[in-house]
């Protein structure tokens, strides 16, 4: 392998805590632009991540007061901006992308040597703006940053916001709205897309340091080896696969499962038209744009076996010398998926319904409790919190769901755990509040319309434990009540 980028230096950060290093932009020049943000014309801070800012090492009250460098007017102390290049498929077809309105400003070390990139989102345009303006609205930096901290809690894997700052100018959507700019936290913004990009310009030793940077970078125990391509492709297979039961584990449906928005890294990327399930149904969709349900909740495994096979044709030229060789590894790989996944999914439906051990039965278990939510049109997240609470089936005056009541507690009975840990382990699996629609947009609202951040912050904070019952949390327990379809979402781009 090629010698490793990825060191640290051991300057000392200043009086706001900066300590930016940039080993992305030692990759070669293929991936990258060196630009900067385009700066506005009034900045405002609108929200500030204190807790994430101590995280990175962070001085919190003097960076809150710095709308400037949020905003994109300024740049913090050692900033080498850039925008990535990468390509990407989109509802399946394939085309050159790259940040058309993102910039990144360095990679933030942190006290215990993390290492996570900073990224500006609507900070203006790029060379791969494609015509775009690039800048963002406020409701959609807002959406991300409640979404992103919502799934941190959960314990999902996500990219996380630091800071949302107001432009003081519009923005053309569907409608005039004010301009705002998000500051992302990621471990790296590498997707598979950036993968494509190297492949279509045919660079194969382009394509080798992209991959074993990565390896480097999110899969150190892998990267010593001769084979970078084969071991990414591996290592990436798993995290997306524990990654996507955990979605579906909590009713989360991203939207736009495009192979730009699949990071290398493991984490959640890219929070446009996403949104939580009220009612279980595998059909169910948001996304104003997702006309035939590409991307629906049912089908997000597949399609992120999909997105990673699009990675093994990428990678292709590092799997082996000869292509048609090469095309049968890949493929190997590709087919194990669906039993990694099936696997981390059973594992978490077994911690959702209490199972502390494993049984041939258990399948059917999970399948005919889902089965009877979705002719019920059952609420997901409140049916498994109930079921944690009592499992009364007083609850459900029905007797399909009695039938499977006494199965379950008969399954309960084979293990040697005590009901106590059954509850217990019950109630940290499944959530009490998740970021319900009607809740997120109440709050977006109220932000973007009425200038009221009250909304917005108090919903925060019972997303912060999303575990624990609490007082006044019944009102974020509750479905917005509309019918299936009757609710979308918008890329906001």
Not at 33 to 42: A, I
Not at 256 to 285: K, Q, R
Not at 329 to 341: G, S
Request: proline share 5%; aromatic share 8%; net charge negative.
């Amino acid at each position: 392998m090629s010698e490793s980028v990825i060191s640290s230096s051991v300057s000392a950060p200043g009086l706001a805590g900066w300590h930016l290093e940039h080993t992305y932009a030692k990759l070669p020049a293929l991936f990258y632009e060196h630009l900067g943000p385009t700066p506005v014309k009034g900045p405002r801070m609108v929200v500030f991540n204190h807790a994430l800012a101590k995280e990175l090492g962070l001085n919190g009250a003097v960076l809150a007061e710095q709308a400037a460098v949020f905003a994109g007017n300024e740049l913090p102390e050692g900033a080498k901006p850039l925008a990535q290049a990468y390509a990407g498929h989109q509802y399946g077809n394939f085309t050159g992308l790259g940040d058309g309105r993102a910039i990144l400003l360095g990679e933030q070390v942190t006290p215990s040597g993390g290492r996570f990139d900073v990224q500006l989102k609507g900070s203006g345009p790029t060379p791969f703006s494609r015509r775009g303006d690039g800048r963002a609205a406020l409701g959609p930096m807002l959406r991300e940053y409640i979404i992103s901290e919502a799934m941190h809690a959960l314990g999902i894997p996500t990219t996380r916001s630091l800071a949302v700052a107001a432009t003081g100018e519009k923005v053309w959507r569907q409608e005039v709205q004010p301009g705002a700019v998000l500051t992302r936290i990621a471990a790296s913004h590498i997707r598979v897309g950036t993968f494509e990009w190297a492949a279509a310009h045919r660079d194969k030793e382009a394509l080798r340091a992209l991959a074993e940077y990565t390896l480097r970078r999110h899969y150190p125990d892998c990267a010593e080896t001769d084979e970078p391509g084969l071991a990414l492709l591996r290592a990436a297979m798993q995290r997306q696969a524990a990654l996507i039961a955990q979605w579906q584990c909590v009713g989360f449906i991203h939207g736009v499962m495009n192979t730009d928005n699949m990071a290398l890294s493991g984490e959640t990327i890219d929070y446009g038209p996403c949104a939580f399930m009220d009612a279980f149904d595998p059909a169910t969709v948001f996304s104003s744009i997702d006309r035939h349900g590409r991307y629906a909740y049912g089908s997000q495994p597949q399609i992120a076996q999909w997105n990673l096979a699009r990675l093994a044709e990428a990678l292709l030229p590092l799997l082996h010398a000869d292509e048609k060789q090469a095309v049968e590894v890949a493929n190997a790989e590709i087919a194990a998926f669906k039993t990694m996944f099936e696997q981390r999914w059973l594992s978490g439906m077994r911690a959702k319904l209490g199972l502390f051990t494993e049984e041939p039965e258990d399948r059917a278990l999970i399948e005919s409790l889902l089965t009877w939510m979705r002719d019920q049109k059952a609420d997901f997240t409140n049916t498994f919190r109930e079921l944690s609470q009592s499992g009364n089936t007083m609850l459900y005056n029905d007797a399909a769901f009695a039938e499977w009541h006494a199965r379950w507690q008969a399954r309960l009975r084979q293990q040697p755990q005590s009901m106590e840990a059954v509850a217990e382990q019950m109630r940290t699996h499944n959530p009490a509040v998740i970021p319900r629609n009607h809740q997120v947009e109440g709050a977006l609202s109220a932000a973007a319309e009425r200038a009221d951040l009250s909304v917005m912050q108090r919903l925060l904070e019972v997303l912060a434990r999303p575990y624990e019952d609490r007082e006044g949390q019944a009102e974020y327990r509750q479905p917005s009540g509309l019918a299936p379809g009757e609710y979308q979402t918008f890329c906001g781009t």
